[in-house]
């Protein structure tokens, strides 16, 4: 069975300085990939997902990911924080098919971005 | 384009009342069906998912049930609320032969 650590809870940044969260997966294979951001009393919207292909994947809001799998790890990235992007990010992997498919979701980590 | 819905967005109810929490989808055909607990603070459980019209299958012994009467249509069910019960639940669909979860803006439920 397939696990995903996030191993950060709270991430604090200033706007407009970089981020990185961490993601790490445990899978035999390669699994697929995704994160996912939640703002408070919302749904979870797809930021990006790696299937196969290159192993650096952009995604929506100025987001990206590089999937690496020597560290078993998909850390998402963005070049410059936005105040709205404080929010809580899910980094989760799929593996096998039809109804033995059940994504593996992180605790997630807490983006607080500071003025 | 494909679609999600939820409702009620927030419920408030007592211990011991019943509980039907509603999701649908639009826009695909034998989609399958998610249903995840969101505890304050924590991460998502997934409590049930469905491949199909009545088939349910169930992750965590709990309080609630789940039911799929229609292809695009999933029912969260309790006969008796417990104050555990309280949380945000969140429903998601995937295409039967794709990987990629989308997930509905979600049912606060408050159980007092």
């Known amino acids: 069975a397939q696990s995903v650590t996030q191993p950060d809870i709270h991430i604090t940044v200033s706007e407009g300085a970089s981020l990185e969260l961490r993601c790490n997966y445990s899978y035999g294979a390669t699994p697929y990939l995704f994160w996912y951001v939640q703002s408070p009393g919302q749904g979870l919207q797809l930021l990006l997902k790696y299937f196969s292909g290159d192993t650096l994947v952009q995604g929506i809001k100025g987001f990206e990911a590089e999937f690496k799998r020597s560290q078993s790890s998909f850390n998402l990235r963005k070049p410059s924080v936005h105040w709205s992007d404080a929010a809580e990010y899910f980094c989760?992997?799929?593996?096998?098919?039809?109804?033995?498919?059940?994504?593996?979701f992180g605790r997630g980590t807490s983006l607080i971005v500071h003025p | 384009s494909q679609t999600i819905h939820q409702w009620p967005a927030t419920l408030v109810q007592p211990v011991g009342s019943p509980l039907s929490l509603e999701c649908t989808v639009e826009g695909t055909s034998n989609p399958n069906l998610y249903w995840y607990r969101q505890a304050a603070g924590r991460g998502l459980q997934l409590l049930f998912y469905?491949?199909?019209?009545?088939?349910i299958s169930s992750e965590v012994p709990q309080n609630l049930s789940a039911s799929r009467p229609q292809d695009r249509q999933f029912i969260l069910s309790s006969k008796k609320l417990l104050l555990s019960d309280s949380g945000f639940y969140l429903c998601?669909?995937?295409?039967?032969?794709?990987?990629?979860?989308?997930f509905g803006p979600g049912t606060r439920l408050l159980v007092l």
């Open positions: 989760a992997v799929g593996a096998g098919s039809g109804g033995s498919y059940i994504p593996t």
């Open positions: 998601a669909w995937k295409g039967a032969r794709q990987e990629t979860q989308y």
């Open positions: 469905s491949v199909g019209i009545g088939q």
